[in-house]
């Protein structure tokens, strides 16, 4: 009986991202609609709904599934994580080239970071400061990894402390190198939804000597509500393949040190 329950797990988990999907990309959608869609009950798509609710990818409200991810809500890191899978290992390895052995390097909780993660062993020695519990606990005991964990108020929507005392140790470090993303690029300066995720990430670039940004080219597509860094403030800038060279020839000619990352397909 219990070999049944990881294939079980898997149909609803693989359910659930699907139904995540349908909603992010209408916007909003009609529980009992969603329920005919996917041929399942009432009680199991508002299971379905609660638990991705509770992951901070949509919300439940008046018989209505919606989105979360708008100029005022970042969606959550569980969903973030599957977008633009290829175009962020790009940036990543890209971004690679900026890390050398023996540096304090600062990593913040961007699923575009994130892909750093399994590569940066082959810098080591590293000491990697993050606030970010999802990185965290990959590197635990990673060979030629050190780390600094920074505290505060755990964020569930993006597995990360933040607040008050996380910016106050952040000021009392001092490392080589910064790597961050961002939600969206308005007027060539990067935005956020949240005013904690805005000084978090502000503390550490101020912390670090070199400062690098990965944005895919869906950042300048979208809007945020709090205005946080302008491109022109990085060391370096990299960007996908499929940006519209517009907006690299544009930032160019502001001065900005713009990288395009090899296509994925040419990526090893």
């Not at 209408?26 to 798509?45: C, H, K, N, Y």
């Not at 499929?242 to 395009?260: A, F, P, S, T």
Request: glycine share 6%; net charge negative.
């Amino acid at each position: 009986m219990s070999s049944n329950l990881p294939s079980r797990a898997g149909r609803q988990h693989s359910r659930q991202l699907a139904i995540s999907e349908v909603v992010m990309a209408e916007g909003s959608v009609r529980i009992e609609q969603l329920a005919e869609q996917f041929g399942i009950s009432a009680m199991t798509i508002h299971r379905d709904l609660d638990e991705l609710e509770d992951q901070g990818l949509l919300r439940k409200s008046r018989g209505v599934a919606t989105a979360t991810s708008t100029a005022l809500v970042e969606s959550s890191d569980a969903y973030r994580v599957g977008r633009q899978h290829a175009e962020k290992e790009a940036m990543a390895l890209a971004a690679m080239e900026y890390i050398e052995p023996n540096q304090a390097i600062m990593l913040d909780d961007s699923t575009s970071v994130l892909h750093l993660v399994p590569h940066l062993s082959t810098k080591g020695p590293l000491k990697v400061i993050t606030n970010t519990l999802t990185i965290m606990n990959e590197l635990r005991g990673t060979r030629g990894i050190e780390m600094i964990g920074l505290g505060g108020e755990y964020f569930n929507w993006c597995s990360a402390f933040m607040g008050r005392m996380t910016v106050r140790e952040i000021a009392e470090l001092r490392a080589d190198l910064f790597v961050m993303s961002t939600s969206a690029i308005v007027d060539d300066i990067c935005f956020h939804q949240t005013l904690e995720t805005v000084d978090v990430k502000r503390a550490m670039f101020e912390a670090a000597s070199v400062r690098v940004l990965l944005a895919d080219s869906t950042k300048f597509e979208k809007r945020a509500l709090h205005a946080m860094l302008p491109l022109s403030d990085f060391d370096v800038v990299i960007v996908d393949a499929d940006i519209d060279m517009r907006h690299v020839n544009r930032l160019r000619e502001k001065g900005v040190n713009v990288q395009v990352a090899r296509r994925p397909s040419a990526v090893r």
